[in-house]
């Protein structure tokens, strides 16, 4: 059996400390004998970190071909996962949104955060298979929808699910609307439906957000909105998060603002006066108040109350200077679709035709200043513990030349001296900031795991996992495993212990389901990180990385991971030349291109 790096690595440290210590014991005659032997141990030494660099490899850039050559359809479709890699699906979903002149990386440099990019002139069944009709009339029909959880109506900025009173009702005892009514919404009363969560009942939904989330790290939702002739539509709003639209029927109206102060990328939905806006959709709540909410916290109706309420025109406080003219006005047809940046106004209205509507958002609560409000009260909390001088007195008489009434003081030295050292005390809570950064991007891994949505498989990928294999499963130090997809899992250390989350378990629908994480001993990490690596490619249990170098400690980790449900166990290796079983997803050089079928769909 071939020995990995770190165990060769490892066992060779071993005989080199023995060889030393044996040396050490032997008599040595003379002063300089023993010399000889602390030089030996020194060089060892120096050749072993050589050794250790020649064992590193070098980093090269994660390279991969966008697949220009596939519909939406293909891209999506699991029979074709292992003909395609988990990246190059991400990114080529990701093109497939972009004008075919417009490669991913311009997109991110000109218009991604920045301005507004549409999409039109294309084919108007390009996005058939996404969500038609037919989709939309099968949830509306045959779910059960609760008003102000799972649909809404909008007349403008009017909310169907907090000004009737019939909705209210049903919203505060969590009861669905009866399909009739739901349906009858926009077809005779006129309102825009909106439908909360579609993923959560349409699986093509399902696998592109997926897959997006892979391409963007962050969490990405979905909305669908049903317009009917000539409706008032949605009123002017602005998001804190990154949006495409995509028209899958019909034809909508959109209008575009700038934001009339200039502000860019903000933190908070905004509704003109000053006040936050509360971001619309399940994402917000769950970083409000955790995974795990309480219920004196806030109740299913005051939740609904909040997340659908009635907002305000965030224009409608500088009408009167001008600063509400429109910066374009787009009629998106079907197949167009079109990116709003986070910080851009925008609003819907119907026209002559009915529209169909999907929202795809993205970046919620991923910037770097989560990181970073992570990181400073920590930071803070580790200089003043760190730094006398932190907790010394104020000096006396300080309130004389401090504070607004002292600011203009900047000839006093007791003032410069005291602001020198809150300075350098700060300087102090940056260098402590720096050392948690990594700590606290695996905390906000961490965050993500507990959103993202769980992972479509394939048959053969199920036959190789827990759900094939069974929790009987006989896994020995010949059995290879490797990950279903990169990044489904992630470790962090907790309160000493090495703590693992994922998202296979997750619910469609965002902290749906709770998450249960995983924990294990310090020494089991390197084998945890050496499993959660192994993608494309399987590596055998018995050559994991572990410190007490026992067999069956290596099969215990990787026993309890392969119960998780995202390693495949003796799966079948991929194939250079695509189509390689289980999965495999790992093939860049494959040019086959899956076609799909156009089915038409009945008018709903």
């Not at 040595?28 to 060089?43: R, W, Y």
């Not at 108040?289 to 309480?294: F, I, K, L, N």
């Not at 851009?344 to 035709?353: C, H, P």
């Given at each position: 059996m071939q020995e990995s790096r770190a165990t060769k690595r490892r066992r060779k440290n071993k005989e080199k400390k023995?060889?030393?210590?044996?040396?050490?014991?032997?008599?040595?005659?003379?002063?300089?004998?023993?010399?000889?032997?602390?030089?030996?141990?020194?060089?060892?030494?120096?050749?072993?970190?050589?050794?250790?660099?020649?064992?590193?490899?070098?980093?090269?850039?994660y390279t991969f071909k966008i697949r220009r050559d596939m519909n939406i359809s293909g891209l999506l479709n699991l029979k074709e996962v292992s003909e395609i890699k988990s990246r190059c699906r991400a990114a080529s979903l990701l093109s497939y949104l972009l004008p075919v002149d417009m490669d991913r990386d311009a997109f991110y440099s000109t218009h991604w955060e920045k301005t507004p990019l549409l999409v039109n002139n294309v084919p108007s069944t390009r996005?058939?298979?996404?969500?038609?009709?037919?989709?939309?009339?099968?949830?509306?029909?045959?779910?059960?929808?609760?008003?102000?959880?799972?649909?809404?109506?909008?007349?403008?900025?009017?909310?169907?699910?907090?000004?009737?009173?019939r909705a209210i009702e049903l919203a505060e005892d969590g009861a669905p609307l009866p399909p009739p009514a739901c349906q009858k919404l926009a077809t005779e009363a006129g309102w825009t439906v909106e439908l909360s969560c579609p993923a959560v009942h349409d699986d093509m939904l399902w696998r592109l957000l997926s897959s997006l989330e892979h391409e963007f790290s962050s969490v990405v939702q979905c909305k669908a909105f049903d317009f009917p002739k000539h409706a008032a539509g949605l009123g002017r709003r602005m998001d804190n998060f990154d949006t495409f639209f995509i028209c899958t029927e019909g034809s909508v109206m959109l209008t575009l603002h700038q934001h009339p102060e200039g502000e860019q990328l903000p933190r908070t939905a905004w509704d003109g006066k000053g006040m936050q806006r509360c971001c619309r959709g399940m994402a917000w709540y769950g970083m409000m108040?955790?995974?795990?909410?309480?219920s004196a916290l806030l109740t299913p109706s005051l939740l609904s109350r909040i997340l659908f309420a009635t907002t305000t025109d965030p224009l409608s406080d500088y009408s009167d200077a001008g600063l509400d003219k429109p910066h374009r006005h787009v009629e998106l047809k079907r197949g167009e679709s079109?990116?709003?940046?986070?910080?851009?106004?925008?609003?819907?209205?119907?026209?002559?035709?009915?529209?169909?509507?999907?929202?795809?958002?993205?970046?919620?609560?991923?910037?770097?200043?989560?990181?970073?409000?992570?990181?400073?009260?920590q930071a803070l909390e580790a200089a003043i513990q760190n730094n006398v001088r932190a907790r010394k007195a104020l000096p006396t008489g300080y309130s004389y030349f401090m504070g607004i009434a002292g600011s203009e003081s900047t000839n006093d030295p007791e003032r410069k001296r005291l602001l020198d050292t809150i300075q350098n005390q700060f300087a102090a809570v940056v260098k402590e900031a720096k050392q948690m950064v990594d700590p606290a991007a695996d905390q906000h891994v961490k965050n993500f795991m507990t959103q993202r949505l769980p992972v479509p498989l394939t048959d053969d990928e199920?036959?190789?996992?827990?759900?094939?294999?069974?929790?009987?499963?006989?896994?020995?130090?010949?059995?290879k495993m490797r990950m279903v997809r990169p990044g489904l899992a992630h470790a962090v250390v907790e309160d000493g212990n090495v703590v693992l989350y994922h998202c296979m378990e997750n619910s469609r629908r965002t902290y749906g389901e709770p998450i249960h994480p995983i924990e294990f001993e310090l020494d089991d990490g390197p084998a945890i990180e050496c499993l959660l690596a192994a993608y494309p490619h399987a590596i055998s249990v018995g050559d994991l990385p572990h410190p007490s170098e026992e067999m069956e400690d290596k099969c215990d980790v990787a026993r309890a991971l392969f119960k998780e449900g995202f390693l495949l166990l003796d799966a079948p290796e991929p194939s250079r030349g695509g189509g390689g079983g289980g999965g495999g997803n790992d093939d860049d050089d494959d040019d086959d291109a899956s076609a799909a079928s156009d089915d038409s769909d009945d008018p709903f």
């Open positions: 023995s060889q030393t210590s044996d040396a050490g014991a032997a008599p040595q005659g003379a002063g300089a004998a023993q010399g000889d032997g602390v030089m030996d141990t020194k060089e060892e030494r120096e050749q072993e970190e050589a050794e250790e660099e020649e064992d590193e490899e070098p980093y090269v850039p996005f058939d298979d996404l969500f038609p009709r037919s989709s939309y009339k099968h949830i509306v029909t045959t779910q059960g929808l609760v008003p102000g959880e799972d649909m809404n109506g909008w007349r403008e900025n009017i909310a169907y699910a907090s000004t009737d009173e108040v955790g995974p795990s909410p309480s079109v990116y709003v940046p986070k910080g851009w106004i925008y609003s819907f209205a119907g026209l002559d035709e009915r529209g169909l509507l999907v929202q795809i958002s993205t970046n919620i609560f991923n910037a770097v200043a989560d990181i970073m409000q992570l990181i400073l009260p199920e036959e190789c996992s827990i759900e094939g294999r069974g929790e009987n499963a006989k896994v020995t130090v010949i059995t």
